[in-house]
């Protein structure tokens, strides 16, 4: 299943906007990732609204975003949590809802957060606060542009953990599945 989940997400070129449901896509991103958050013992919390408009997207696209943000996220929870003999203190929130007449996404994490100093910095190519080797600082900025180029919005508010926060919100297409 994941095998061709993977292929299906590799295979899109052109950016093809349709109407998806958020919840899905999200579900799907994490279906992709699920095995690596258990494995480092990462706990995932679910608060997704019921019965969200659709959005305009690209599934694929927007399943590299969400994926991108969880890589982000595992990564930060890793570097805070090192050498913790608490597991149960990892988390992860993942979050959906509805803010008039726009569909909210949040991606929360208890990891390092992000340092005031560099928080303009963070969607920038190239930029990374990981040690050589271990990031190559895109998926941030791949996955600015990918919002942008859809006309969405993205931003990272620190974490109420002591983590971080990042919000994408979305135009909703007016129709409810």
Sequence with gaps: KIINH?????RKSEMELEPVQVNLVLEKAFEIFSQQLKLREINVAWRLEADLPDIMADPGRLE???INLLTNARDAIETRWLD????????IVLETSRAADRVRVK???????IPAS???RIFEPFFTTKEVGKGTG???SISYGLVQDCHWAIWAEP????GASFILEFPTTGENR
């Design 159 to 162: 974490g109420q953990a002591g």
């Design 107 to 113: 991606v929360m994490d208890n990891g390092t957060g």
């Design 64 to 66: 590299q975003v969400f």
């Design 118 to 120: 560099i928080s303009s």
């Design 138 to 140: 895109l998926g941030l």
């Design 84 to 91: 913790s003999p608490r597991p149960e203190g990892k988390m």
């Design 6 to 10: 993977m292929r299906e997400f590799g």
